[in-house]
Each structure stands twice: as structure tokens, then as C-alpha cells.
């Protein structure tokens, strides 16, 4: 399907200096759930023609081996797409269950049924079954088994922060989610756009765990009421194709991200004013007992 080209140069593009300048694309790393993860999902599927034709102990053999192998596989994507977002963070929590090592041990027990279904015995079931899960974890790896950020700090403040970066996240995902119903590329990459915003805020907040409490506002009230818009605007406009409703709902996210831009920027000149008076103590306590500072300027 063709889609119409939007810019800062089309009749109804973003001018220079807003906060679109960025792009929709701004910050996004390419997913590492593809390609071999794919494949994952491809390789078990011969396993159908050799279920049927040689009995019901072999039919039950070989699907059970799919059935396994389908499920280590969409455990595995879901793993690597945790660690990503366990990455992106600057504060984070482990994974409560371990995807990526529970893919591993069910890719070995399934090749493990897969190879009893053959016949042969037991020895060759045990060799599958331990290869398979030593090659998946090398080619995957493991999930991450500690919480990240949370050394030699404050531990309160640091849960308080990654529970509300995790509920935006959830609110983020939601607001993606229900914009799609709308089917308007140019709202799916405005919400893009404003999601920059929130991010640019949540990783200022995991920086600075002092600043949850000035932010909670913009993470909770205000974002929280971006989605039940998104929610609302998508279902008119999936039905009427309402232009004045797609003109209030832009406005509305070019106002929120205004505000969210402006609230970050606020946030890291307190910071930078915070660390100018920790200098300005530190200096007048080393002068009182008589050590001179030197400026090199």
C-alpha cells in the first residue's frame, strides 16, 4: 500500500525547532528477535509429515517434539525482547523467569523426544538432547541473572523508580497498541514521536532518582490520560475517519510532548544546579582548613 511521504518540507510537515525534528526513529536499535529466532519456528515444522504413517506412538512422539520446540523458540524471542528492554534501562530488574535458559533446556528435550521417535535408543536421545541445549545457549546466550543500577544507592528509591518505569513502559506498549486500530501511519509515527519524550524523561528519572517525585505527575496523571486519548481517538476515527478528531488528538501530543520536553529540561538544570552547590559547600569547607584552590581558566 502506497503511503504519502510526511516532513518538515510537506505542505502539512513539522516546522523546524518542534520537537518532531527528531525523528520517529530517534534512539531505536534494530531488535535482535529475528533472523535466527525465525528460524527457530521453521526448523521443527518437517516434524508434521514424519508424525503421521508410522503409528500412534510416533504421531505422539513427533508432535509432542513440535510442540516443544515451537514453545522454546516463543520463549526465546520473549527472552531476548526482555534482555533488550532490561538493556535500554538504566535501572532495571532482572527477568522474573528465565526465557532464554528455560528455550534451551526444552530445544534439548524436544530434539530429545525428536530422536526417540526415530528409534535407536537411548543413547542417541541424550546426545540431542545435550547439544541442542549447550548450541542454544551459545547462540542466544543467557538471560540476565542480576538487577541492574541498583548497587550503592538509595535501594527504596530505586524500586519506587523502576516500578514507574516499568508501568509507563506498560503504558507506552498500550498507547501503541490502540493507535494501530486507527490505521493513520502519520498518528503511529506521532505517537512514535511523543514516546521519545516520555523515554527522554524516564532515563532522566533512572539517572536521578531524586527527581521520581517532581516527574511522578508527568508519569502517572499525565500518561495515563495520553492513553485513554489514544484509546478513544483510535476508535473514532477507525469508524468515522473523523479529520477534526485526528486534528485534536495531534495537538493534543504535540501539547504533552511540549510539556514533557520542557519538564525533562527542567529536571537537568535543577541537577546541574544541584552538583554546582555541592561544589560551592566543598570549596568553602577545603578553604576553612586552609586549602587554596587553584583555577585553571
Same mark, same amino acid.
Given at each position: 500500500?502506497?503511503?504519502?511521504?510526511?516532513?518538515?518540507?510537506?505542505?502539512?510537515?513539522?516546522?523546524?525547532?518542534?520537537? %518532531?525534528?527528531?525523528?520517529?526513529?530517534?534512539? %531505536?536499535?534494530? =531488535?535482535?528477535?529475528?533472523?535466527?529466532? !525465525?528460524?527457530?519456528?521453521?526448523?521443527?515444522? @518437517?516434524?508434521?509429515?514424519?508424525?503421521?504413517? !508410522?503409528?500412534?506412538?510416533?504421531?505422539? /512422539?513427533?508432535?509432542?517434539?513440535?510442540? $516443544?520446540? /515451537?514453545? &522454546?523458540?516463543?520463549?526465546?524471542?520473549?527472552?531476548?525482547?526482555? *534482555?533488550?528492554?532490561?538493556?535500554?534501562?538504566?535501572?532495571?530488574?532482572?527477568?522474573?523467569?528465565?526465557?532464554?535458559?528455560? #528455550?534451551?533446556? $526444552?530445544? #534439548?528435550?524436544? $530434539?530429545?523426544?525428536?530422536?526417540?521417535?526415530?528409534?535407536?535408543?537411548?543413547?542417541?536421545?541424550?546426545?540431542?538432547?545435550?547439544?541442542?541445549?549447550?548450541?542454544?545457549?551459545?547462540?542466544?546466550?543467557?538471560?540476565?541473572?542480576?538487577?541492574?543500577?541498583?548497587?550503592?544507592?538509595?535501594?527504596? *528509591?530505586?524500586?519506587?523508580?523502576?516500578?514507574?518505569?516499568?508501568? %509507563?513502559?506498560?503504558? $507506552?506498549?498500550?498507547?501503541?497498541?490502540?493507535?494501530?486500530?486507527? #490505521?493513520?501511519? *502519520?498518528?503511529?509515527?506521532?505517537?512514535?514521536?511523543?514516546?521519545?519524550?516520555?523515554?527522554?524523561? /524516564?532515563?532522566?528519572?533512572? !539517572?536521578? @532518582?531524586?527527581?521520581?517525585?517532581? &516527574?511522578?505527575?508527568?508519569?502517572?496523571?499525565?500518561?495515563?490520560? %495520553?492513553?485513554?486519548?489514544?484509546?478513544?481517538?483510535?476508535?473514532?476515527?477507525?469508524?468515522?475517519?473523523?479529520?477534526?478528531?485526528?486534528?485534536?488528538?495531534?495537538?493534543?501530543?504535540?501539547?504533552? +510532548? +511540549?510539556?514533557?520536553?520542557?519538564? =525533562?529540561?527542567?529536571?537537568?538544570?535543577?541537577? !546541574? &544546579?544541584? /552538583?554546582?552547590?555541592?561544589?560551592?559547600?566543598?570549596?568553602?569547607?577545603? +578553604?576553612? +582548613? #586552609?586549602?587554596?584552590?587553584?583555577?585553571?581558566?
Amino acid at each position: 500500500m502506497a503511503q504519502r511521504f510526511g516532513g518538515k518540507f510537506s505542505p502539512d510537515g513539522q516546522t523546524t525547532g518542534t520537537p %518532531a525534528d527528531r525523528g520517529s526513529y530517534h534512539g %531505536a536499535r534494530r =531488535t535482535r528477535a529475528g533472523g535466527r529466532v !525465525n528460524l527457530l519456528f521453521l526448523a521443527p515444522l @518437517p516434524l508434521i509429515w514424519q508424525a503421521f504413517g !508410522n503409528g500412534p506412538v510416533v504421531m505422539l /512422539l513427533n508432535l509432542s517434539a513440535l510442540g $516443544l520446540l /515451537l514453545l &522454546a523458540a516463543w520463549l526465546t524471542r520473549e527472552g531476548i525482547l526482555a *534482555q533488550e528492554a532490561y538493556e535500554a534501562r538504566k535501572i532495571a530488574r532482572r527477568p522474573g523467569f528465565p526465557r532464554k535458559m528455560a #528455550g534451551s533446556v $526444552l530445544t #534439548g528435550l524436544g $530434539l530429545a523426544v525428536a530422536g526417540f521417535a526415530l528409534g535407536g535408543g537411548v543413547v542417541a536421545p541424550v546426545i540431542y538432547a545435550l547439544v541442542g541445549t549447550v548450541l542454544h545457549s551459545f547462540s542466544f546466550g543467557f538471560d540476565p541473572l542480576k538487577d541492574k543500577g541498583m548497587e550503592g544507592i538509595d535501594q527504596f *528509591q530505586t524500586e519506587r523508580v523502576a516500578r514507574v518505569v516499568d508501568r %509507563a513502559e506498560e503504558i $507506552l506498549t498500550a498507547m501503541s497498541d490502540a493507535v494501530k486500530r486507527a #490505521g493513520d501511519r *502519520q498518528a503511529e509515527a506521532r505517537v512514535d514521536r511523543f514516546q521519545i519524550s516520555v523515554r527522554d524523561m /524516564l532515563r532522566t528519572v533512572e !539517572n536521578d @532518582p531524586r527527581d521520581l517525585t517532581a &516527574a511522578r505527575k508527568f508519569l502517572g496523571v499525565y500518561l495515563m490520560g %495520553a492513553r485513554d486519548a489514544t484509546i478513544k481517538f483510535a476508535d473514532i476515527y477507525a469508524r468515522s475517519r473523523d479529520a477534526a478528531a485526528r486534528s485534536d488528538y495531534m495537538m493534543l501530543l504535540t501539547d504533552l +510532548e +511540549e510539556n514533557f520536553t520542557a519538564k =525533562t529540561r527542567k529536571l537537568l538544570q535543577d541537577n !546541574n &544546579a544541584d /552538583l554546582e552547590i555541592e561544589i560551592s559547600v566543598l570549596r568553602d569547607r577545603l +578553604e576553612r +582548613e #586552609g586549602i587554596q584552590l587553584t583555577n585553571n581558566e
